[in-house]
T-cell receptor, first 117, second 110 residues
Framework: GAGVSQSPRYKVAKRGQDVALRCDPI?????LFWYQQALGQGPEFLTY????????KSGLPSDRFFAERPEGSVSTLKIQRTQQEDSAVYLC???????????????FGQGTRLTVV | SQKIEQNSEALNIQEGKTATLTCNYT??????LQWYRQDPGRGPVFLLL?????KEKRKERLKVTFDTTLKQSLFHITASQPADSATYLC?????????FGQGTELSVKP
């Protein structure tokens, strides 16, 4: 597809349930990012991949959060034993290149709105 | 601690005026800074990127300045239109990832 695609768009989970959120980045994009966005706040960094390597996972709030990108393309963010404070919009973004001093824009998906009840 | 701060209050302006949004940061040394627009229920959309060695960048009605001494970026929308109403996010790079401010909501009244 032409843009970053995320699924599902909406997810309602019962507390304690496991969820898996999918991100299809733009084809050929090296870098992939996951963000969490609470209402009225900016996106909060969760984790970052360059190809299949997870270079930074410092933003993952707990060990219940796990992300993977096994073939350097599609990525999945998994949340185990969901809790109410996990309710948020989860955004995925990809960019063509990667690296600290590489000037490149990020393309975002529409996000997955997770509600834990 | 590291911090990125944008105008915390919503900005309301009249159509045709210039909107100016502020982004201040502390304890970062970004190689570049970006501005994004976010509409309700959508992901952020890239607008402009400015590098550390650039003072100013323009694109149509948009202008961004970047002062690495003051650790501040200003984002201007000239001849604003109601369609410019949205939340605007600044983001800077750190270690290959983008760190975002909390955003400023802009409302342009006809």
């Amino acid at each position: 597809g032409a843009g970053v695609s995320q699924s599902p768009r909406y997810k309602v989970a019962k507390r304690g349930q496991d969820v898996a959120l999918r991100c299809d980045p733009i084809s050929g994009h090296v870098s992939l990012f996951w963000y969490q966005q609470a209402l009225g706040q900016g996106p909060e960094f969760l984790t970052y991949f360059q190809n299949e390597a997870q270079l930074d996972k410092s933003g993952l709030p707990s060990d219940r959060f796990f992300a993977e990108r096994p073939e350097g393309s599609v990525s999945t963010l998994k949340i185990q034993r969901t809790q109410q404070e996990d309710s948020a919009v989860y955004l995925c973004a990809s960019s063509l290149r990667g690296g600290d001093r590489v000037y490149t824009e990020a393309f975002f998906g529409q996000g997955t709105r997770l509600t834990v009840v | 601690s590291q911090k990125i701060e944008q105008n915390s209050e919503a900005l309301n302006i009249q159509e045709g005026k210039t909107a100016t949004l502020t982004c201040n940061y502390t304890n970062y040394s970004p190689a570049y800074l970006q501005w994004y627009r976010q509409d309700p229920g959508r992901g952020p959309v890239f607008l402009l990127l400015i590098r550390e060695n650039e003072k100013e960048k323009r694109k149509e009605r948009l202008k961004v300045t970047f002062d690495t001494t003051l650790k501040q970026s200003l984002f201007h929308i000239t001849a604003s239109q109601p369609a410019d109403s949205a939340t605007y996010l600044c983001a800077l790079n750190q270690g290959g990832k983008l760190i975002f401010g909390q955003g400023t909501e802009l409302s342009v009244k006809p």
